[in-house]
């Protein structure tokens, strides 16, 4: 059978880059590229027949792994994993995808909770997902009434910690240290997806003494 999967390439920029830690990846001068990859859609799908019931399976991606040193591919181990691989310039670069038989299929972001803590001269966001399968990262956003107009916080896009194809979800937080004291603030949480879609969570509320 033949499954079409989503890919997304990032080629980032490798003029002007005096230092790799400017690099959006771990890399040396020049940057390095990445590479993502979904899990195919819904409508992939083999049917099997056990006589009294039948089920239907799609393959999903689990993540990248780095070869063995002899051309080889590991065994897989899920706290080894990646969801993205990172291919070095001016090189040749191989890894190797798992993916696995599936009858559940998770598109989107399930969101287990997003809240806002006021602490010591900053104000703690805070959020973690169940499952985020095709979701390729994070934006917060703020303002100061509900209807307001919402400004970025983050500079760069907060990166999914779960791998494609993952059964988990992950939890993250960020610190706005630009908060003013005695200030209403309202927060939302943007995920996007890797065909760029968004979805937006929220608002939380808070209020730094």
């Known amino acids: 059978m033949t499954f079409t999967y989503s890919m997304r390439l990032d080629e980032t920029i490798n003029t002007g ?27 992939q799908q083999f049917t099997c027949d056990y006589g009294t019931s039948q089920v239907k399976y799609t393959i999903a ?42 009858d559940t299929i998770v598109t989107e972001v399930e969101l287990l909770y997003f809240n806002a803590q006021p602490g010591d001269g900053v104000i703690t966001l805070q959020w973690a997902t169940a499952t985020e399968r095709d979701n390729y990262g994070f934006n917060l956003y703020r303002a ?16 999914s ?18 908060a003013e004291a005695g200030v209403q603030y309202y927060y939302w949480l943007e995920d996007v997806d890797i065909h760029m879609l968004s979805t937006f969570h929220g608002p939380v509320g808070a209020i730094l003494e």
């Open 144 to 159: 100061t009434s509900e209807d307001g107009e919402r400004t970025r916080l983050n500079d760069e896009l907060i990166p």
């Open 17 to 43: 880059i005096e230092d790799p830690d400017d690099c959006p990846y771990l890399s040396t001068t020049p940057c390095s590229d990445a590479v993502f990859v979904s899990q195919p859609p819904a409508s």
């Open 161 to 178: 910690l779960v791998a494609p194809g993952s059964l988990n979800g992950a939890e993250y937080e960020f610190v706005d240290s630009t």
């Open 61 to 102: 991606p689990l993540g990248f792994m780095l070869r063995n040193t002899n051309g080889t591919c590991p065994a897989w181990d899920a706290t080894l994993a990646k969801r993205d691989f990172i291919s070095e310039e001016g090189t040749t670069n191989c890894g190797c995808l798992y993916g696995m038989i599936t």
